[in-house]
């Protein structure tokens, strides 16, 4: 008989909306009422008696026996308390203002969880700091960028540096690039290779850029 009465009352819970906008009060084990809502995640509590959720369970102050309803074999025994003959599990967290977490964050954040601690940390520490803390790290940060910028414009111009040194080795111009002159050169072709590395179309456009002959004949590659 027993059995019949659970199945109906698994059936009633079933067939009511299990919505977060339901709620019920539960009186609580002292008198007290809780807000809980009408979510069905139907659990089994150590008295053997199913409830409808854990915040009902935990408002008639009944520890967790195991998910699901309870057997019949336990129904049987409803109402009878064992705590001795039970099996420790981990009891699920509970907002009795809200439904039961889904199982991804059914335990809350405990010290040292995915970091929880480390950020609650930091925010504790930006809010306790002062002004004058503030302004001694902006002043800390600003340094550094400082630094570091210096130091990859030395970088830059060390290579920068090298560069013009094996340009000069190989007879190219270095430094600020020559002004440009208009020289009212012919269009002859008589190839000639300058002392900067460039090969001209005739001397006269050689002469024009201001290099001097370092031989006939267009540049090798290695010039």
Do not use: W
Not at 61 to 66: A, F, I, S
Not at 85 to 105: H, K, R
């Amino acid at each position: 008989m027993k059995g019949v009465c659970g199945l109906f009352i698994v059936g009633a819970l079933a067939a009511y909306p299990a919505t977060a906008s339901h709620l019920r009060s539960v009186k609580g084990e002292a008198g007290d009422g809780c807000v809980c809502t009408r979510e069905l995640e139907l659990n089994c509590g150590i008295d053997n008696i199913t409830y409808s959720n854990h915040c009902e369970r935990r408002c008639k102050g009944m520890p967790l026996k195991h998910q699901g309803p309870c057997t019949e074999e336990e129904m049987k025994n409803a109402g009878v308390v064992n705590p001795t003959a039970l099996p420790q599990i981990e009891e699920p967290y509970v907002d009795f203002l809200g439904p039961a977490p889904t199982s991804d964050d059914s335990v809350p954040p405990t010290e040292g969880a995915s970091g929880v601690e480390d950020d609650n940390r930091r925010q504790l520490l930006d809010a306790l700091k002062t002004e004058e803390d503030k302004r001694k790290e902006e002043e800390l940060r600003n340094t550094k960028e400082g630094e570091e910028a210096s130091e990859k414009e030395g970088e830059n111009g060390e290579e920068t540096k090298k560069k013009e040194e094996t340009d000069s080795r190989r007879g190219r111009h270095t430094g600020p690039p020559p002004k440009r002159v208009v020289c009212p050169c012919p269009k002859n072709l008589k190839p000639s290779c300058g002392d900067d590395g460039v090969t001209y179309a005739n001397p006269c456009t050689r002469e024009c850029a201001g290099a001097k002959l370092k031989h006939d004949g267009p540049c090798s590659k290695s010039e």
